[in-house]
């Protein structure tokens, strides 16, 4: 029998409110531009956005209703109202209106199941809908309950201050990494209390060795190696929001090309290898593989190639799970090594092993 996740996990509510993948390395490896066009996870539609505002015609795709109903929902943020309404309608800026009533000026935009979503969950509109996911209602225990108990306001403010490498290494070792730290991460962040809290318990199938000390070591190279003070996701998980680095859709210089596009923007819900259209030059394959065991990963790529140009880019990412399907169809498609690790080794969203890019002979 195939491994299909969506027979073993749950797909009826929001888990991610928002993608916890770089935008900016996934944009550099698909090269979005007028003409081309991208088959995309849906997830919460920031990846999406991103590939649409480089001028490619966009076919997002989700096993999950209610991350098609959030995308759903952005869009329409994003057709009626100017950057910064957007901005603080979705909760990362205080919003001077009820933001139910917001979505009163929305709803005509929506699908018909879309509305039939929201229509039951006004409520989790009022803070906005960054907040609203169970991904982030897991960091917002993990900063509210878990990390008072590591460090004071003070000094976990203190590690988004600017400083070169050499700073951010001795901040970390002097001062960050106490043996709180590192025992309450290794538990916070373990294989069971991640599955329960955070993720789902069936996304660490084909996961072996320990989840809680791989990310821990990534998450060191996070705070010595990369910019701590201009780190969306860092920022988001220490304070509760994104506040001096917006997501790249929502940025100003990025904003009103995802508005011109929006029309390129279709939603397809169910397996992405089953989205309509062929043709396709990039592939936003998030970290799919991760919940696949190895021969169901091989079969959904190869229904993938069949609708693929020749040149055209594959890229994902490993978080736990190692998979680099190229390796399946050689001559067809040839693993972008040097590329993969370079923009690897920039990847802000740091939970991540691995990131790779593919392409098609």
């Not at 999406?48 to 999950?64: K, Q, R």
């Not at 699908?111 to 039939?116: F, G, K, Q, V």
């Not at 709180?180 to 318990?201: I, K």
């Not at 990039?282 to 990963?297: A, R, V």
């Amino acid at each position: 029998m195939p491994d299909r996740i969506e027979q073993r996990a749950r797909f009826d509510l929001i888990r991610y409110a928002n993608v916890w993948e770089d935008a900016g390395i996934l944009c550099e490896a698909l090269r979005p531009a007028p003409g081309r066009r991208m088959l995309s996870i849906a997830s919460a539609g920031d990846n999406s956005f991103a590939l649409l505002a480089g001028g490619a015609e966009v076919v997002a795709a989700d096993l999950s209703p209610a991350q098609i109903a959030l995308v759903d929902l952005k869009r329409a943020a994003i057709r009626r109202l100017s950057a910064e309404e957007c901005a603080a309608f979705l909760g990362f800026r205080s919003s001077a209106t009820d933001r139910r009533q917001t979505y009163e000026q929305l709803e005509r935009d929506l699908a018909p199941r879309s509305r039939d979503f929201w229509r039951e969950r006004l409520d989790d509109l009022a803070d906005g809908l960054a907040h609203s996911g169970k991904f982030e209602t897991y960091f917002e225990l993990f900063r509210e309950k878990v990390l008072p108990l590591i460090h004071r306001r003070k000094t976990i403010l203190g590690l988004l201050e600017p400083r070169d490498r050499a700073g951010r290494e001795a901040f970390y070792e002097s001062i960050w990494n106490n043996l709180r730290w590192r025992l309450l991460f290794r538990v916070f962040f373990s294989r069971f209390v991640m599955g329960r809290l955070g993720r789902d318990p069936e996304f660490f199938r084909h996961v072996e060795g320990s989840v809680a000390e791989r990310i821990l070591g990534r998450s060191r190279y996070a705070l010595t190696v990369l910019p701590t003070h201009e780190n969306p996701y860092l920022e988001y998980i220490l304070t509760g929001n994104f506040g001096r680095s917006l997501p790249l859709y929502l940025r100003p210089e990025v904003y009103p090309e995802v508005k011109r596009n929006l029309d390129k923007l279709t939603l397809f819900e169910g397996p992405i290898d089953q989205a309509p259209g062929e043709g396709f030059d990039g592939f936003n394959l998030s970290d799919i593989f991760e919940y696949l065991d190895e021969p169901t990963s091989v079969e959904v790529y190869g229904r993938l190639l069949e609708k693929a140009r020749p040149g055209a880019r594959f890229a994902y990412w490993n978080m736990l799970v190692p998979r680099r399907l190229s390796t399946a169809f050689p001559g067809r498609v040839r693993y972008l090594e040097t590329e993969s690790q370079e923009l690897f080794a920039r990847d802000l969203a740091w939970f991540y092993s691995a990131f790779v890019v593919e392409e098609v002979a």
